[in-house]
């Protein structure tokens, strides 16, 4: 696959060095002050990436405050649901962002490895990576810090989350990382922000449409996603090395 070559290809810069500056500033700060201290390290090469999911609205509210021209990345799969793009729409127009960004695989990709469409009922993992992870590691080129709503309460290789961690030569930010979900909701509630549509139909956790469930009374948030497998993550949070891991023993 030559987008291969795409994901490896991404530039370094002292990681290490940053993420320590910015701990020893922002490390117990507030997800606004987590944001500007990002913004005000990294300038323009900073961005935000959303999925305009169940909780998206939370983070791109607190985003727009500190600034509505921060780049926000958008993963357009072709397998969402249209409820999803739907709420993008809403969220671009209720937040005023200027800076909305779609991302959609490479056709050449989909031709290649996914031709029918149907790549999810049979490897997962390698749908995830030509679908999202190749698009956003070409999208992150010439960013430094991105930002996600990844939180701790949320489980899994998640729930120890720092706010600021290094990985395959950017910085990644974590602005909620030590808020809990009775936060999340207070901060919705509080400044009136639209709910995915999907959420009152019973979806916590939502990405693509195929590999998406609904979950039952004492379930976590994401046991829908790839229900019935061990997968937990779509790939766009783990490195290039667990990437090629995971891929080369399917």
Not at 103 to 116: C, F, G, R, S, Y
Not at 156 to 174: M, Q, T
Not at 195 to 216: K, Q, W, Y
Request: with cysteine.
């Amino acid at each position: 696959m030559t987008a291969v070559a795409a994901i490896e290809n991404v530039s370094y810069f002292d990681t290490l060095s940053a993420v320590d500056y910015l701990d020893a500033r922002y490390a117990s700060a507030s997800p606004h002050d987590v944001i500007d201290g990002a913004l005000k390290y990294f300038g323009r090469r900073f961005a935000l990436v959303s999925s305009f999911g169940a909780e998206s609205a939370v983070l791109l509210h607190i985003a727009s405050e500190v600034s509505k021209d921060i780049p926000v990345l958008f993963l357009d799969t072709g397998k969402l649901f249209g409820e999803t793009k739907r709420y993008r729409d809403q969220l671009i127009g209720e937040l005023d962002l200027n800076d909305v960004r779609t991302l959609t695989p490479d056709v050449n990709d989909l031709n290649a490895k996914d031709p029918k469409g149907a790549l999810w009922a049979s490897d997962t993992n390698a749908c995830c990576y030509i679908r999202k992870v190749v698009p956003l590691s070409q999208a992150l080129q010439g960013f430094e810090g991105w930002a996600s709503g990844r939180k701790r309460f949320q489980g899994g290789v998640r729930s120890l989350l720092p706010h600021f961690e290094a990985s395959d030569g950017r910085v990644k930010v974590n602005p909620l990382a030590f808020w809990t979900k009775d936060d999340v909701v207070d901060y919705r509630e509080q400044h009136g922000l639209p709910r995915h549509p999907l959420v009152n139909e019973g979806f916590a956790s939502i990405g693509c449409m195929p590999c998406t469930d609904r979950i039952e009374e004492g379930e976590s948030e994401r046991a829908g996603r790839w229900r019935g497998q061990s997968k937990t993550e779509c790939g766009i949070h783990l490195t290039v090395s667990e990437n090629n891991k995971i891929l080369s023993s399917n």
